[in-house]
């Protein structure tokens, strides 16, 4: 009967719910002082995260400043393309009075040179030899 009882004293102390493996893990020494180290790793740990930031700031200040430059080329990109468009339409403009005109010098050489000497050839093959002479 005493094996019985200290089972169920053992079994009280340690509790129903927890498993044997969880007890073999509580440390039977006392902890030693981790204080300076921690402290170290701690430090080293936001010096490396402040090292980090530093140069995440530094890639950001690049990348505003290639973007600001890309959009200032985009700009005057986009300004000499409106004004080749403007000088386009000026030469299109331009050609079009030009072909205009074209049409109305042949059309008065046509009328004024060809049509006048087509007349006169027409008229003098059409008198007979005998008139000529």
Same mark, same amino acid.
Request: proline content about 5%; hydrophobic content about 40%; glycine content about 4%.
């Given at each position: 009967?005493?094996?019985?009882?200290?089972?169920?004293?053992?079994m009280s102390?340690?509790?129903?719910?927890?498993?044997?493996?969880?007890?073999?893990?509580?440390?039977?020494?006392?902890?030693?002082?981790?204080?300076?180290?921690?402290?170290?790793?701690? @430090?080293?740990?936001?010096?490396? $995260? =402040? #090292?980090a930031? !530093?140069l995440?700031?530094e890639?950001?200040?690049? %990348?505003?400043k290639?973007?600001?430059?890309?959009?200032?080329?985009?700009?005057?990109?986009?300004?000499?393309?409106?004004?080749?468009?403007?000088?386009?339409?000026?030469?299109?403009?331009?050609?079009?009075?030009a @072909?205009?005109?074209?049409?109305? $010098? =042949? #059309?008065?050489? !046509?009328?004024?040179?060809?049509?006048?000497?087509? %007349?006169?050839?027409?008229?003098?093959?059409?008198?007979?030899?005998?008139?000529?002479?």
């Open positions: 009967m005493i094996v019985v009882i200290v089972e169920s004293v053992a102390e340690r509790g129903a719910d927890t498993p044997e493996q969880v007890l073999k893990f509580v440390p039977t020494e006392r902890p030693r002082r981790y204080g300076p180290v921690v402290e170290e790793a701690g @430090e080293a740990i936001i010096a490396k $995260i =402040q #090292k930031a !530093e995440s700031n890639n950001c200040d690049r %990348a505003m290639l973007a600001h430059k890309l959009s200032m080329q985009l700009r005057a990109a986009e300004e000499r393309i409106s004004q080749l468009e403007a000088e386009v339409e000026l030469f299109r403009d331009r050609a079009a009075r @072909e205009g005109w074209l049409q109305t $010098i =042949q #059309k008065e050489i !046509e009328e004024k040179l060809i049509a006048p000497r087509s %007349a006169n050839a027409t008229e003098q093959t059409s008198l007979p030899k005998d008139a000529e002479l």
